[in-house]
């Protein structure tokens, strides 16, 4: 007789614990068979809610040393380093619930032994990764050994919905339900907008699936680390590293910390700095994140776990799941660009139900005080961003046939219908069917006389298999949708590894320069078979690495929330009478910040909503036209190029961009290339059209260089180009070459192709937020245009100015220029205040 609800609960009383109502109605729905995503804070007994109900619902009678039965639950984590934490977690009530159960990872880390066991019998649980779960589908007789499967569990599913990653999910959850119709499929999630499509795409468009959410009071405190003076005039990271002693002191204050980045860079020069500050923590701080060797990131781990760091600096490697139990604080440097993210970090402090999470904000520009008093409010109102699937990515989808065609072979018309099931794949045509097909059987038209890519074939029982030897091993390890820019490894010349940084930053690097990475100052001394050869350095200047991905836009919910703040201000400051003080009642960011909202309301206006702020001036450089949209600084590249095409259609002339998360500049060096106040408004219908919006965004931009780009990954993904074997890896030059010659053979033999087409639809989506850019078109067609005449830089133009400088100028002289105009800025904001 399986356990009942009774031994649960008796298991969860004997340490001390009590059943949430939300994790019995989870247990209900699991013994009645149905599926679903469960949505609940950090920390608040997710695991367990599904986890306990599975050994409620699905483990028979059986005595420890009783021979375990076949594989029953297949649980996906998004991260290998997640697995092994799931795995304490699982294993806990097993010896009284299930003793005869096993349980086993298999990631990209799991050992040949351990691989080698579970080819003879896989375990009764097995915690994998999208990657791996895929690669057992490759397996030819993965219909019997999976066919035991009753329930699937994907843990942190927010972090897979809307990738490729996530599409590969749902096309292996559609294979498991062709073999087995009633399988359980639950998701777990922390931080979601549309629970709805979440958990349709989980469960399959069509599909019954339950929606259940924790309704456990969370105290969140969100509070912000105020610089000692606030800069009127500010600029991006003007603050920065200038917050290092109070980050020392509130480090200080906590028994540990998390210190959160947004990129790897950011990182390592917080790390260094801190260790600068508190020479005496060596050994009590570290640093983590992705690119760090595996050994060295689960020592961080590990020693996170046990209390004995004071504090880790870190990105978004350890933005998921793993319980750190003993961190109190949470320090988010710069803006969280999104709500969802700032809770997600938010839930590493306080990880356990009833427990408080506290998430300090660090300002590296006085701006991002308006947004952490936005963040706080959309926090507080639930106002968290929605994640979409991803449509029709062939790519994924020819690798997957591909693997299918290894798992046993299928038949077309079958294996349709089944990847028709997916969200990702739920509008698939005909056409498209067969060109995938005719693609993964002959490589299309362009490749049909190269036998490499004549992958699968029908054979004589009318299925399609991929019999080659030499492909199936090349296919096996290709297998996953994670790609990334080349990576070189770091070692020192004698000794440990420290990592692996992408090879275009050490290509720019001599021999004896120097860089910081693993929080250490280390000298180049050669590049030696894909490896940089590094000793310690000292006392000299360093690069610092730069990673893809440095400059994540802000999400629309968090712009809406910050112009709403703005917006108070403004009906505040129209209130007050002039040369007013700081009103009272004022959150603590906003009366730090509340001298730079006059000096903009004074000088300019403020941003809000229904209102396009439009500032016009001239300088010694040219006219300038600063534009708030509020839209994030992925879009407002994509309307700044966009407005600058047509102006110059018109009119032939050159100009200069810069944007962020609020606005955009154009700078124009002739006057008349910029229209005046009055001709906006005759231009208002041409700038904010969007009748061939994609031709004209292709037009504005080298849609061709930015195409050839995205095909990289999509090669990669679909089988085009091969990594190398192992020890035989092909450098991101050989792979960049080798995609880059695929782009132009299909481009001129065979512009139809599919995947060329989906390269143009992801820079659209990607690249430039295609379906962003229209909307914000739209909203701004129905908004008033506010344009004001400046005679100087206003302060939320002046960031603009400086990141465009940025580009043209040394340090040096940058800070040589700044200097001179903040000093005269100064004096002006001062005589009339």
């Given amino acids: 007789m399986a356990p009942s609800p009774p031994a649960v609960s008796a298991w969860l009383a004997a340490r001390g614990w009590q059943a949430f109502d939300f994790q019995q109605c989870v247990w209900a729905a699991m013994a009645a068979g ?28 059986g005595r420890a040393g009783a021979k375990a039965p076949p594989i029953t639950v297949i649980w996906v984590t998004p991260m290998r380093a997640l697995a092994a934490d799931t795995l304490a977690a699982l294993q806990a009530p097993l010896p009284e619930l299930a003793p005869h159960w096993t349980l086993a990872a298999r990631t990209g880390d799991t050992s040949s032994t351990e691989r080698a066991r579970q080819r003879d019998r896989l375990p009764t649980v097995l915690v994998t990764t999208p990657e791996s779960l895929s690669l057992l589908l490759t397996q030819a007789e993965a219909a019997q050994r999976l066919g035991s499967v009753r329930l699937v569990v994907v843990d942190e599913w927010h ?60 105290e969140r405190q969100i509070d912000t680390l105020l610089p000692d003076q606030v800069e009127r005039f500010p600029w991006a990271g003007h603050l920065g590293l200038a917050m290092c002693d109070a980050v ?82 949470v320090l988010q440097v710069g803006s969280a ?37 936005a963040a706080r409010r959309a926090v507080a109102a639930g106002q968290v961003e929605s994640v979409r699937s991803p449509e029709l990515p062939l790519d994924v989808l020819i690798q997957h046939v591909v693997s299918v065609a290894l798992g046993g072979g299928f038949e077309p018309d079958a294996l349709l219908a089944e990847v028709r099931g997916t969200q990702a794949y739920a509008a698939l045509s005909d056409a498209q069917w067969q060109w995938v097909l005719d693609f993964a059987g002959r490589g299309g038209e362009a490749l049909q006389a190269y036998p490499d890519y004549r992958r699968i074939q029908r054979g004589e029982d009318g299925r399609f298999h991929l019999p080659d030897p030499a492909l199936v091993r090349r296919h096996r390890m290709s297998v996953g949708t994670i790609v990334s820019n080349g990576h070189i490894r770091v070692a020192f010349v004698r000794g440990a590894v420290l990592g ?48 893809n991905g440095g400059k994540m836009p802000l999400s629309s919910r968090l712009a809406d929330a910050m112009l709403a703040v703005l917006d108070e201000a403004a009906h505040t400051l129209a209130a007050q009478p002039p040369g007013a003080t700081t009103p009272p009642g004022l959150e603590p960011e906003l009366r730090a910040v509340w001298p730079l909202l006059a000096l903009q309301q004074r000088w300019s206006a403020l941003p ?18 600063f534009v708030y949209p509020f839209a994030g600084r992925q879009v407002h ?56 919006l994609v031709d004209e965004v292709h037009a504005s931009i080298n849609a061709t260089e930015l195409a050839q780009r995205r095909f990289r990954e999509i090669a990669r993904i679909s089988g085009l180009v091969f990594n190398g074997y192992q020890g035989e890896q092909r450098s991101a030059r050989q792979l960049q070459a080798s995609s880059s010659l695929f782009f132009e053979v299909f ?87």
Wanted: proline share 5%; hydrophobic share 45%.
């Fill in 337 to 373: 660009k999104g709500v969802a993210r700032l809770l997600q970090r938010a839930g590493r402090s306080g990880h356990a139900p009833g427990q408080p999470s506290r998430l300090t904000l660090v300002p590296t520009h006085s701006l991002e005080l308006i947004e952490a008093v």
């Fill in 608 to 625: 809000r909503p229904g209102q396009l702020l439009i500032e016009r001036l001239h300088s010694r450089d040219g006219a300038h036209l």
């Fill in 747 to 833: 481009r001129r033999h065979d512009p139809d192709n599919l995947l060329l087409q989906q390269a143009h639809r992801e820079v659209l989506r990607q690249e430039f937020d295609i379906d962003r850019l229209r909307s914000v078109l739209q909203g701004l067609r129905e908004q008033t245009w506010q344009v004001r005449e400046l005679p100087r830089f206003s302060p939320f133009a002046f960031p603009l100015m400086v990141e465009r400088l940025r580009e043209s100028l040394s340090t040096e002289k940058l800070q040589t220029r700044l200097e001179r105009l903040l000093r005269e800025l100064h004096r002006v904001a001062d005589s009339d205040a």
């Fill in 500 to 547: 692996h940084v992408e090879e275009d930053f050490i290509a720019r690097l001599r021999k004896g320069d120097c860089f910081l990475f693993a929080g250490r100052l280390l000298e180049l001394v050669r590049v030696h078979e894909m490896t940089a050869q590094v000793k310690l350095a000292s006392g000299r200047r360093a690069a610092v690495p730069r990673w």
């Fill in 159 to 218: 972090e897979l919905l809307g990738n490729k990653r996530g599409v590969q999910v749902q096309l292996a959850l559609a294979r498991l339900r062709h073999w087995v119709p009633g399988l359980l499929t639950w998701g777990l999630s922390a931080t979601l907008g549309d629970l709805a499509h979440a958990c349709e795409v989980l469960v399959g468009p069509g599909r019954p699936g339950e929606l259940h959410q924790a309704q456990l009071p969370k």
């Fill in 637 to 692: 590249l994509s309307l700044a190029t966009l407005w600058a095409w047509r102006l110059a259609r018109e009119a032939p002339a050159t100009f200069s961009i810069s944007v962020n998360d609020l606005g955009f500049e154009l700078l124009a060096a002739e006057p008349e290339a910029l229209p005046s106040a009055h001709e906006l408004s005759q231009w208002r219908d041409r700038l904010l059209a969007d009748d061939d």
């Fill in 248 to 329: 020392v002191r509130e480090i200080e204050s906590a028994p540990t910390t998390l210190v959160f980045t947004n990129t790897r860079a950011q990182a390592e020069l917080w790390y260094h700095a801190l260790l600068a500050a508190r020479p005496d923590w060596s050994g009590l701080i570290a640093l983590h994140h992705g690119s760090l060797d595996k050994d060295v990131r689960s020592w961080v781990e590990a020693s996170l776990k046990t209390g004995q760091l004071k504090a880790v600096v870190a990105t978004s490697s350890l933005d998921l799941g793993v319980d750190f139990s003993p961190v109190s604080r």
């Fill in 34 to 61: 149905r599926s679903g995503l469960l949505h609940a804070t950090t920390g608040a007994g997710k695991t367990y809610a599904v986890w306990l109900g599975a050994l409620a619902a699905l483990a028979s009678a």
